[in-house]
């Protein structure tokens, strides 16, 4: 069965460092997302990408966030300058359609990122 | 900012038994909602939805019941098995074509052999 996935598992980075998390999605899904859950909280949505372009995004996505699909599989989040809060477990999910009615979406697994 | 609410951070329940998971919302725009599961070191996993025009959505051991007027969803399970157990997130969406899903604390769901 196809699957998202997510690479690394794990990422440790030191404050203000960039950070870029990457994502498979499914091969012929067009909708493309993130989400992301701070230990202990819930898990909260930060954008919406399709045809190559942000779909939509919430407040926590501000400008030291970016999304980009480099190629035809690839699908990333880069965090600019990184900050103590950034530290959670990150979720790339996909979709083969809008996320309307009849849609749903498949996760990957997540990389949690530790910000020191 | 608690749109989404599900007051039972756990639930314990017997192999067999049905398992009631519920939620709470306050935003009455929102018109579609979700339940997923999530498993430990893995993404959440959609399992049903149910639009804000019916009031009951069923798919096998899983029904989903929408009470509009109490903002209020559940999750039945039947029979509850040792696999389900897992943490169990209610989302919301506010309109037709947006794709910012609001989404519960979950409840931790553990079902005893």
């Known amino acids: 069965e196809p699957e998202v996935t997510q690479t690394p598992s794990h990422q440790v980075t030191q404050m203000g460092q960039e950070v870029i998390l990457r994502c498979v999605p499914i091969s012929n899904h067009l909708y493309f997302y993130w989400y992301r859950q701070i230990l202990g909280q819930k898990v909260e949505f930060l954008v919406s990408?399709?045809?190559?372009?942000?779909?939509?995004k919430s407040e926590i996505f501000d400008d030291q966030f970016s999304v980009e699909r480099p190629d035809g599989s690839n699908f990333t989040l880069k965090i600019r300058s990184t900050k103590l809060e950034d530290s959670a477990m990150y979720f790339c999910a996909s979709s083969p359609t809008k996320l309307a009615r009849m849609g749903t979406q498949y996760f990957g697994p997540g990389t949690r990122l530790t910000v020191l | 900012d608690q749109q989404v609410k599900q007051n039972s951070p756990s639930l314990s329940v017997q192999e067999g038994r049905i398992s009631i998971l519920n939620c709470d919302y306050t935003?009455?725009?929102?018109?579609?909602f979700l339940w997923y599961k999530k498993y430990p070191a893995e993404g959440p996993t959609f399992l049903i939805s149910i639009s804000s025009i019916k009031d009951k959505n069923e798919d096998g051991r899983f029904t989903v019941f929408l009470n509009k007027s109490a903002k209020h969803l559940s999750l039945h399970i039947v029979p509850s098995q040792p696999g389900d157990s897992a943490v169990y997130f209610c989302a919301a969406r506010v309109d037709n074509y947006g794709q910012n899903f609001v989404f519960g604390p979950g409840t931790r769901l553990s079902v005893l052999p």
């Open positions: 990408f399709y045809n190559n372009e942000i779909s939509e």
């Open positions: 935003n009455s725009m929102f018109d579609y």
